[in-house]
């Protein structure tokens, strides 16, 4: 199973400054993405990759940057953070097989923004 | 646009009881997606189940994909089995974007 990492696990920023949060896949993977959780919404897709050097829009991507310097890397950056942003965060990774593909997530990022 | 069902919302268990979970979607799927999120934890991919029947310990997933449908079987629910239970189905058009269910929350007693 692939193995995806996140860094930092827990956040605390205050509002107005900027957050970056990490990801990272050793499995190879093409596709990453980034989610966040919160009750009532369920998993909302932020940016996702297709691989290094691509960002896509999600659904929800106001607010939000990407970046996938590698094929193992991703991050997501809030320039601007505010505390509507406060969730938790999943990054995520699939082969890219198309519509036989398989998502693997990391263990999440909870972030605080006062 | 494309929805996921998942019913019931939450289930409480004794331990030893078997739970079954459904899943219901509203366009066909070409890969389906069961995942376990443990409280205040991540999604662990439990099993990918496009069609038939597949097995992986006490888990046994069902889908019709016809009839928009899949099944998850617990067979002897463990008190460490609780947390909920998610599904997932690729969009159309866009397969590599996932549409998730609102979940199963399952609490197993001892």
């Known amino acids: 199973e692939a193995a995806v990492t996140q860094s930092p696990r827990n956040k605390v920023a205050v509002t107005g400054g900027k957050v970056t949060l990490s990801c990272n896949q050793t499995?190879?993977?093409?596709?990453m993405y980034w989610y966040r959780q919160d009750t009532g919404h369920g998993l909302r897709l932020i940016h996702y990759s297709y691989g290094a050097g691509s960002t896509e829009k999600g659904d929800i991507p106001d607010g939000y940057k990407a970046s996938r310097p590698s094929q193992e890397n991703f991050s997501l950056i809030l320039e601007l953070a505010t505390p509507s942003q406060t969730s938790v965060y999943f990054c995520?990774?699939?082969?890219?097989?198309?519509?036989?593909?398989?998502?693997?997530f990391g263990p999440g990022t909870r972030l605080l923004v006062l | 646009g494309q929805q996921v069902q998942q019913s019931p919302a939450s289930l409480v268990l004794q331990e030893g009881e078997n739970a079954e979970l459904q899943c219901n979607f509203s366009?066909?799927?070409?890969?389906l997606q069961w995942f376990y999120q443990s409280p205040g934890g991540s999604l662990v991919s439990l099993l990918s189940n496009p069609s038939g029947t597949k097995h992986t310990g006490r888990l046994t997933s069902t889908t019709v994909t016809k009839e928009r449908r899949s099944s998850l079987h617990i067979s002897s629910s463990q008190t460490t089995d609780s947390g909920t239970y998610l599904c997932?189905?690729?969009?159309?058009?866009?397969?590599?974007?996932?549409?998730f269910g609102a979940g199963t929350r399952l609490a197993v007693c001892p």
């Open positions: 995520a990774s699939g082969k890219g097989l198309g519509n036989q593909d398989t998502q693997y």
């Open positions: 366009s066909t799927a070409t890969q």
């Open positions: 997932a189905i690729p969009r159309s058009g866009s397969f590599n974007k996932l549409t």
């Open positions: 499995n190879n993977h093409n596709n």
